[in-house]
């Protein structure tokens, strides 16, 4: 076993309680809180970064210690402090620090005045430590196809996802039994308290809003104000809710070939939905024969356009059809360009932790045999495009060498004010249902809904609609009508002036994680 950066228990440590408390009122100004200082990372510019231990272990608060990293972009005024609002952009596994500068960056001048944006890596994540790594090579290129045609294809598959578990258990042996998600709710309840705050402002996407709905769950009067954006639907967590994604993702894959179509013109790739369609698979095929570059088989081609179901907006999908047609007319650089953007696994650290968390959250199916036959009969369906690369990349979980516990029952608690919600009726990574169900068990709740709207993650994102919604439930704590209606941004138009050729310089908001 790999040794871990985990210290032993230091004065102070903080002993947090699961029972929920009565709403207080909110602190006159910003605490001291952790050791600020103006943080290392380029990518952190303009953000503070400190650190905060935690037990690893709630039942042992004096004993082994975990760091987590955090940051914070502070508020601008002098007068109007609202507190600090901790933010999370999903996974699990994705990255927070950096996430508070997103957030903070797009804030009006008014919030940016009255809250202490504060991002945080979740254990295991990032510059948390210790930060976890299992298997660096797990997701090198070429790698077996996804699509089990053959016994052997499924049987590799089944080997290197049994490996990545082994791997990780060797290397972190119980430590893997503290990575759930109640443990980093309770950790978030730990900079809170670290804070010097009564209550926190939360903002949370993808995963993010089971985060927060489990932190409102658990401690309901410690919430002041909370915005879930793009919500997991509690009741499918993990296994039911990746089936979900399967049917959600091959609609908006569709939806890109029927775009691409419109503009057969400029792409020349078909002038229908299904003429798009049989393009792609046959490129798919022969990427499986013959990788791009050397690098791009057919799973790194499936991993590439994967992109285009969890956003529809931007030059994502100009982007990606030039690959396509530049590819089919014999240059195969922008589609190892657009493998290298947005489909290749650099850092192991982040499937490390999806897999920690998710596959010890809840107990998954140990038999192969349900996997193989929900994942075939989707399959079989028609819903091609995500099935069976979501499954491989779920299938550690039915090897995981720690044992899993039970979910938190989300809402099953009083006191908690009204939460604001946001969901786009055709989110594939966390579809509609998610929002409503959510909606159903955060009482008093109110949910906004992005009509037609295709990408993950919607708050700032350029629609006025939500984000007026969204920057006056921070400034007042104001609450649009329920289950209120915003029409989806407008699909974006190839540049035809410029040709197939362009869009280097376009700039890519980010992508919010697998939830």
Known sequence: MNKLAITTAIAGSITLSAAPIMAQARPAGPAAGPA??????????????????????????????????????????????????LVNPGGPGGTGRDFALRIADHLPAGLRAAYDVIGFDPRGVGGSSPSLSCDPGHFKPVRPDYVPRTPSLESAWLGRSAAYAQACGRKYGSLLSHLTTADAVRDMDAIRAALGEKQINYYGASYGTYLGAVYATLFPGRVR????DSSVRPSGVWYADNLDQD??????????????????????????????????????????AAPAGGVVGADEFDDTYLVAGYIDLGGYWPLLANALARYRAGDPAPLVDAYNRFGATTDDN????????????VRWPRDWARWHRDNGRLYAAGFRFETWANAWYNAPCAFWPVRAGRPVDVGRTRGLPPVLLFQATNDAATPYAGGVEMHRRLAGSRLVIEDGGRTHGIVQRGNACVDEKFDAFLATGALPADRSHCARLPEPVPPVAAGVRALTADRFPPVLGRP
């Open 36 to 85: 600020w200082s103006p943080c290392a990372e380029e990518n952190l510019g303009g953000l503070d970064c400190a650190t905060l231990r935690v037990p690893l272990d709630r039942a042992a608060p004096r004993g082994a210690q975990l760091t987590l990293a955090l940051s914070r972009a502070r508020h601008t005024g002098t007068t109007g402090y609202q507190g600090v609002l």
């Open 225 to 228: 104000r909370m915005v879930l």
């Open 247 to 288: 049917r959600a993702f091959e609609g908006n894959i569709n939806a890109l070939f029927a775009w691409i179509a419109r503009y057969d013109a400029v792409y020349h790739l078909g002038a229908t939905e299904q003429a798009v369609r049989d393009v792609f698979y046959a490129t798919r095929e022969s990427l499986t």
């Open 350 to 361: 982040g499937y490390a932790v999806y897999n920690a968390v998710q596959c010890t959250d």
